[in-house]
């Protein structure tokens, strides 16, 4: 079966940072593209990055380019999303998810909050 | 960057019913390799979003045949047939042709 499992999130101050883990099983991870989406409190779905499965792609939403760096490492079937200088209006539930062109596994989510 | 706009915003439906959600782009979704990368996404009440459709027409696994996706260049719609219970929630289209990647902004739907 295949799981995405977050972790990471907490409530942060603004301007500081914060790293998410996304710990995937149930298939060979290091054959598939991953990606972060987020979903702020009552609104619609972000997508914010995507690391092909080799790392040799990436691409960001210009809302978070310079600011967060998505990496994975394929030997602990991890994915990552490194968050600085963290602004209010990041403040959203983040998913990690499968895929390199269509997402058809989603893990949970982890609530990230940036308040002072 | 590529704009997904989906109506209606919210749709009324009653159960058995047929439901239609339009989305149009701001720029045609045909990649250079000759796929148009738009897919359909439902997130139900307190759940992760689920992919229906990808490539505009294609249902993924386990999806019923009551979801039907069609369009081509900037304009998609998701039909539902016969809507059931279980289909209760929000809709939202995406695209992966054009970097960044986006997705619209959603359409619930409810029941009348």
């Known amino acids: 079966e295949v799981q995405l499992v977050e972790s990471g999130g907490g409530l942060v101050q603004p301007g500081r940072s914060l790293k998410l883990s996304c710990v995937a099983s149930g298939f060979t991870f290091s054959n598939y593209g991953m990606n972060w989406i987020r979903q702020a409190p009552g609104k619609g779905l972000e997508w914010v990055a995507y690391?092909?499965?080799?790392?040799?792609?990436?691409y960001y939403a210009e809302t978070v380019k310079g600011r967060f760096t998505i990496s994975r490492d394929n030997a602990k079937n991890t994915l990552y999303l490194q968050m600085t200088s963290l602004r209010s209006e990041d403040t959203a539930l983040y998913y990690c998810?499968?895929?390199?062109?269509?997402?058809?596994?989603w893990g949970q989510g982890v609530m990230v909050t940036v308040s002072s | 960057d590529v704009v997904l706009t989906q109506t209606p915003v919210s749709l009324s439906v009653t159960l058995g019913d047929q439901a239609s959600i339009s989305c149009r782009s701001s720029?045609?979704?045909?990649?250079?390799?000759?796929?148009?990368?738009l897919e359909w996404y439902l997130q139900k009440p307190g759940q992760s979003p689920q992919l229906l459709i990808y490539?505009?027409?294609n249902r993924f696994s386990g999806v019923p045949d009551r979801f039907i996706g069609s369009g081509s260049g900037t304009d998609f719609t998701l039909k539902i047939s016969r809507v059931e219970p279980e289909d209760l929630g929000v809709y939202y289209c995406f695209q992966a042709t054009h970097d960044p990647w986006t997705f619209g902004g959603g359409t619930k739907l409810e029941l009348k």
């Open positions: 490539e505009v027409s």
């Open positions: 690391i092909s499965s080799g790392s040799s792609y990436i």
């Open positions: 720029q045609s979704l045909e990649y250079s390799d000759g796929y148009t990368y």
């Open positions: 998810a499968r895929g390199d062109g269509y997402y058809d596994y």
